[in-house]
């Protein structure tokens, strides 16, 4: 079992709020993080059982009757009619950490939680297990951002950035089930999650007729991992009209395996592309959707830069979701075809990186750091994430950062 960064963070909403709701995708390890975090026993009830479930939507008040709080409820999406009463139950007793929940489709929760628990809910975002989580070093993990204070920090518990170790994690990806049991089969793995994520889940939240048609665009959408969102492409590849394509991707979106990462714009900046990039949220799944079979081949493939990006991305939101932050990180494209992959913002300050896949950068890995200026805001220090065993400067404001510090 691994630790998780998310655990303090529980713990302290828990003495906080009388409600946490821990949202992300199926399998990353919802629930085993809220039973590592229960030092005192609290009734569980999962509402993937249709007993459970039908209990709690048609009469809520009894469901509370039933499993008293403290409680753990797990999927909660599927009875939103149970919202109110949690409301209820907790402006009545304002016992802090009473109600643990936990869901996957994020879209249909936050409409619910947004209207009845606004106030008494704290909300944390979960993913996969983090580089450092798989290392051990759960509790060495800070919100990423190119500073010398980082970088120092990051040199006491850096993994290996060699490439064939680096791929190999894109390969396998971040799912703990899978990870934890080396006797199960990653295709099988992976073959199962995405099959039973679309029968199970891709019904509960849209509309969608053909199985078939949508893996198909979950492939498309892994294919265009780390690029810029293209509606009428997706459209033609997969057979499908771009009103339908972009229903299909709300709903990726909404279960937390894509993330939409907008361009950086303010009113200075006209001429700044405004489509967002699609990323890939486990580059395992990923890895697999496009048919990669071996770490070595994904290296050596069409899609080795693009893979490591999202890798890089993965590892910078995880930085910051687990530690209960949310990251004002954009990228940055002009009309001029001048693009920085990662562009942070903290107190009015921009921060670039760039991603390469090498070990020996240059400064010319930077060249488009100077496109920003153009932002007319302070610009700090920046990074080239790359490859490399150890971090060195490449200019008096821009430094080489190996991946192994993420």
């Not at 609290?42 to 469901?63: E, H, K």
């Not at 687990?322 to 107190?347: C, I, K, M, T, W």
């Not at 070990?359 to 490399?388: E, Q, Y």
Request: proline share 6%; charged share 20%.
């Amino acid at each position: 079992m691994y630790e998780r960064t998310l655990k303090k963070l529980v713990l302290d909403i828990s003495e906080s709020f009388p409600v946490l709701l821990v949202t992300g995708p199926r399998q990353v390890g919802k629930t085993t993080l809220l039973e590592m975090c229960a030092a005192s026993p609290r009734n569980y009830v999962t509402l993937d059982n249709i007993d459970a479930r039908a209990l709690a939507s048609g009469d809520p008040a009894l469901f509370l009757q039933t499993y008293k709080p403290p409680i753990f409820i797990d999927e909660v999406q599927y009875a939103p009619n149970l919202f109110p009463y949690i409301k209820i139950h907790a402006d009545r007793h304002k016992n802090m950490g009473d109600f643990w929940l936990t869901g996957s489709q994020k879209y249909h929760l936050m409409k619910n939680v947004t209207e009845s628990l606004a106030g008494r809910v704290a909300v944390v975002d979960m993913l996969g297990l983090s580089s450092r989580e798989i290392s051990g070093n759960a509790e060495n993990s800070r919100p990423f951002l190119p500073t010398p204070e980082w970088i120092e920090y990051a040199r006491t518990c850096a993994v290996s950035s060699r490439v064939g170790d680096v791929y190999e994690r894109i390969w396998l990806g971040s799912f703990p089930g899978f990870l934890s049991d080396p006797a199960r089969l990653r295709d099988i793995f992976y073959n199962s999650y995405a099959r039973t994520y679309i029968e199970r889940d891709v019904r509960e939240i849209a509309n969608i007729g053909g199985n078939i048609a949508f893996y198909n665009f979950l492939r498309a959408a892994a294919a265009r991992t780390a690029q810029l969102l293209n509606y009428a492409d997706f459209s033609r590849d997969v057979d499908i009209d771009p009103k339908t394509a972009k229903s299909w991707l709300s709903v990726l979106c909404a279960s937390g395996l894509v993330y939409l990462l907008e361009p950086y714009c303010n009113n200075i900046t006209k001429r700044i592309i405004k489509t967002p990039k699609l990323y890939f949220l486990d580059t395992g799944l990923a890895a697999f959707l496009t048919g990669w079979d071996s770490p070595k081949s994904l290296e050596a493939g069409a899609m080795n830069g693009a893979v490591l990006e999202t890798f890089v991305f993965g590892e910078i939101l995880k930085s910051y979701w687990h530690n209960g932050r949310q990251p004002s990180v954009y990228f940055y494209r002009d009309a001029d075809q001048r693009e920085v992959d990662f562009l942070f913002e903290r107190d009015g300050t921009l921060y670039p990186a760039e991603v390469k896949k090498t070990a020996t950068p240059s400064l010319t890995a930077a060249k488009s750091f100077t496109a920003i200026d153009s932002l007319r805001k302070p610009v700090g220090p920046g990074a080239v994430i790359c490859l490399r065993e150890n971090d060195i400067p490449l200019s008096d404001k821009v430094t080489a950062i190996p991946i192994g510090y993420l």
